[in-house]
């Protein structure tokens, strides 16, 4: 059988709230019956001390246990008198039985009260000087506390009381009658403690499975695809937190869902541009419009080597977002592989009217773990970019520093430049500045975010500033690490 969760959370607060009254009930019951108990033995042995100076008193107006010995009612009369709340005297003594006895006539005696086993007149203990029995329990501990009865001197008894075992074992009215009352208020105020956790479980189960089943709710709205669902988050708690964290993904999500269409929609763009031009120009030489010519030809040849980088720098990125890109790491010389890079570029950025300086530590190796390929697509990419939108009589500066850690590398060319609030956005895919910057040159805005890519999977960064020769700075920060 399914139970859910509001149940569950109210039978889990019910049974704990249960279990602590419990365990105070009986707890307090137990403290409660020792604290009794001790009251009860200070009250006898009050009593005690009380029933012990009318024996000695009686004692010495006898001279022996007589009176008492053959007396029973008596030794009652003189139990019942020495309780602390009567301030009776004691009742008169019957005539003797013994016939040797003289004892003085008192007066008639009242009827004594009832007594039990577990009263406090069976409990009490009288022993002769040689501790013989002369009332009270037959049978009795012998570490019984015993507290002397003195005449003139001398011991004559022993007054002694047997504690009770339990509280349930008292006789006394009174007493019994304030023991049942005080249980039965523990048990009234434990069933109310009880009665009322049952009360406050139902709206605080309920309180809390509402933000449960809210946040419920919302998960199957996202998962839908609506991505604009949002929470409350107003508690400070860790629902709060949850709810929190779900409004932050349920907006990434849908970031990323509209990323996604923009990068479809661009995709598409980039892809058809070059595909319209290559229909285009197929079908006006299937028409005979344009004559087949090595300069039609190699038009042609043009478009589809642009498709294919473009395809090509979407692979990358695609193997790149699923942590796919391959790095095949190896010592390498870094400054070698940036001169040569810079090198094979040279003749473009002459033909381009684009002066080239290098500023490379001189005869110094700068040693790393890297992938050659890699790295030369890194910098192919820069020195394209460069080459692509630097005005003709323009420069390009490459510079290396290093200091033993990492390796800088900057890359700064001529106008035109970047505006500073454009600068962050560079690295992003199919992004490109509506200006000088623009399609117009034939890029298609995924050459930066590939250098992003491959300088991260080399634990580097790569940044766009502002260059001091009025176009742009590319700064490229990599470890030189792993080289012993």
């Known amino acids: ?107 008639p005696m009242p009827p004594p009260p009832p007594v039990s086993s577990n009263h406090f007149e069976r409990r009490v203990l009288l022993l002769d000087a040689e501790q013989k029995r002369i009332f009270g329990p037959r049978r009795y501990s012998a570490d019984l506390e015993l507290l002397s009865l003195n005449a003139q001197g001398n011991t004559v008894g022993y007054l002694a009381i047997v504690p009770p075992r339990a509280p349930r074992d008292l006789i006394d009215p009174h007493q019994q009658q304030f023991f049942k009352k005080q249980r039965r208020s523990f048990a009234i105020i434990a069933i109310a403690m009880a009665g009322a956790a049952a009360l406050l479980s139902v709206p605080l189960s309920r309180r809390l499975v509402r933000r449960i089943t809210d946040l419920a709710a919302a998960t ?45 929609a661009d995709i598409s763009h980039e892809l058809r541009t070059p595909l319209a031009v290559l229909r285009g120009e197929i079908e006006a030489l299937q028409d005979g419009v344009r004559p087949q010519t ?44 940036l001169q040569q890079t810079a090198d094979s570029f040279r003749g473009e950025l002459v033909a381009h009217d684009v002066r080239l300086t290098c500023e490379f530590p001189a005869g110094k190796t700068v040693s790393m773990l890297g992938d050659d390929r890699r790295l030369r697509q890194l910098f192919s990419n820069l020195l394209e970019n460069s080459l692509r939108y630097t005005d003709k009589g323009g420069e390009l500066r490459i510079r290396m520093t290093t200091d033993g850690q990492r390796a800088v590398i900057h890359f700064e060319d001529t106008a035109p430049g970047v505006a500073e609030e454009k600068l962050e956005r560079l690295f992003d895919r199919l992004y490109r500045v509506e200006s000088s910057r623009s399609r117009n040159t034939g890029g298609a805005g995924l050459g930066l975010a590939l250098c992003k890519t491959i300088v991260e999977s080399h634990d580097g960064t790569i940044i766009a500033r502002p260059s001091s020769l009025g176009g742009l700075r590319i700064e490229i920060d990599l470890p030189l690490k792993g080289i012993t």
């Open 294 to 337: 090595p300069q039609s030809m190699s038009m042609l040849h043009g478009e589809v080597m642009h498709l294919s980088r473009l395809v090509e720098d979407l692979y990358q990125l695609a193997l790149a977002d699923i942590d796919a890109l391959s790095c095949r790491k190896e010592p390498i010389d870094l400054s070698e592989i």
């Open 220 to 264: 199957h709205l996202l998962t839908a695809g609506q991505y604009q669902t949002r929470v409350q988050a107003t508690a400070s708690d860790e629902l709060g937190q949850l709810a929190r964290d779900f409004n932050s993904l349920a907006l990434t999500l849908e970031n990323n869902e509209q990323l996604r269409r923009q990068w479809v």
């Open 1 to 107: 059988m399914k139970i859910s969760i509001k149940y569950r959370l109210f039978l889990a607060f019910l049974v704990a709230t249960l279990t602590l009254v419990a365990s105070m009930f009986l707890v307090t019951k137990l403290s409660f019956d020792r604290g009794f108990l001790r009251y009860i033995n200070n009250v006898e042995q009050q009593r005690i001390e009380q029933l012990a100076s009318e024996l000695e008193q009686s004692f010495a107006e006898n001279g022996s246990w007589d009176f008492l010995r053959y007396n029973p009612r008596a030794w009652r009369r003189l139990i019942f008198a020495a309780k602390p709340e009567i301030n009776l005297e004691p009742p008169p003594f019957d005539k003797p039985v013994n016939p040797a006895g003289r004892f003085p006539e008192r007066g």
